[in-house]
Structures are given as C-alpha cells and as structure tokens.
C-alpha cells in the first residue's frame, strides 16, 4: 500500500494596497531607525570642531547683535515696548529652526543614498529626523533668549504658555517645506543651490529683524502669505507679551498655509518615494 504524503507549504498572500496601509504603522516599527539617525547627526553635528556645540549660540546671536544695530541703533524701528535684542531673537529663534531644517532636510537623502538603495524602511524617518537635530539646535539656542531676559529683567507673562503651539507651527511648517525639498533635491540636483537662496530670501522677507507691526495695514494679509510670517508673530506675541499683538487674520493665513504645505509635503514625498532608490 503506497502512502500518500502531502507537503504543506507556507502561502504569501499578496494583498493590493497592504504597502500603502502598512506604512504609517512601519513608521512606529521603524522608530529605532529613527532614534538612531537623529542621534548619529546630533553626534557627526560638530565632531572635531574647537568649540562644539557652542556654534548653535554664537550664529543667532551674532545675527541678533547685527540686526539690533542695523534696525534698532541705526534705523530706530519700533520694538513693541521691549528691548530690541529680545525683538530680534523672539524671531530668530523660530527663523533659524526653519532655515535649518530646510538645509538638513533637503540634503538628507543624498547623505543617505547607501541607506537608502540597500534597505526597506519608510523613507519618511530620513528627513524628520533632520528636523529634530534641527530642533536640538533650536533648544540649545533658546539659552541666549533666556540670557537675554535675565540680562533686561524681563519676565513674560502668561502668553509664554501659548508657546508650544507655536512651536508646533514652525515643526508643522518645517517638515512640510523639508519634505518638498527633499523630494525634489533627489530627481533635480539644482535644488542644492536653490536651497541656500530660499534661505536668505526668506530672512529678508520675514519679519526677523523688525516688527511684522511696521507692514502698512492694507499690505498686512498679503503679507501673510510668508507661511513664517505668522509663526513668528505667534512667537513674539506668547514670548513678549504686553504691546505685541496678534493680526489674527493674516495668522489664520499663514496657518492654513502652512496646513496645506504640511500636507503637501507628505503627498509629494509618497508619491516620489518609490522612485528614490533607483534615482538617488
């Protein structure tokens, strides 16, 4: 009598569109990734230089000690009833933390190309964690404000509670803008060159070194249409307290837009995702 056996084997059951849903969940399956690049940067950051971590203090501030010159000594803009440095660097610090971010972010893919072509993983854990070394820099920087109200013996009030949303603002507007970037610096390598410009146009034309206050009022809505322009009036409104006001329409203008920009960024980046192993 023959006996028949049977073989059982494992089945792979391919599911349409399993990627697409599994993939926010990956993001929490991945986060040691995550926690490991944001530290690795943190850490290459300033790897042998003299002074370290001290150069996330000396940049915005020599910047703030420029701009209080220029607009507060030379051109006597007004300063919201506070001194003109803690003007300046209630706005500096928001600024910087975009700038930064900008600059990590659309360079974290090409820094990371051997990563990436190699190994599976939500492409999406590179460039946020370029915005939270970014955010590093930004709390390390917060020191010198801090400095500089116990240097004026300024006390805020209690606006300063408002502060986290505003800091979430700028998270929100910092990964959208980064994302894009991102994006586009992997299938067009302009972008590079593009960057450092959009970076200083937009110091320029943010309300960094003066009062977004001095803008004519009939210009002041257009004028929200900088995304930054209402982040960093939601800054200086929570930080300063007292003669500082919020123009309410131009921040839920610079708020939706920075909703949009957010979204966007997520949309473009999974769209081009798929692509970035074989282009990078």
Known sequence: MNART???KPELLIEAGRAEKQYWKDLWRYRELFYFLAWRDILVRYKQTAI???WALIRPFLT??????????LAKLPSEGVPYPILVFSAMLPWQFFANSLAECSNSLISNSNLISKVYFPRLIVPVSAVVVSFVDFMISGIILLGLMAWYNYVP????LMLPVFVAIAFAASIGAGLLL???NVKYRD???IVPFI????LYISPV???SSIVPEQWRLLYSLNPMVGVIDGFRWSILGGESKLYLPGFALSLGLVAVLLIAGIAYFRKMERTFADVI
């Open 209 to 211: 070194g003066f009062s």
């Open 64 to 73: 703030m000690v420029v701009f209080t010159v220029v607009f507060g000594n």
């Open 191 to 193: 972008f590079r060159f």
């Open 6 to 8: 049977t073989d059982s």
């Open 182 to 184: 991102a994006s586009l």
């Open 157 to 160: 009030s209690w606006r300063i």
């Open 199 to 202: 970076v200083q146009f937009g």
């Open 52 to 54: 370290g971590v001290v």
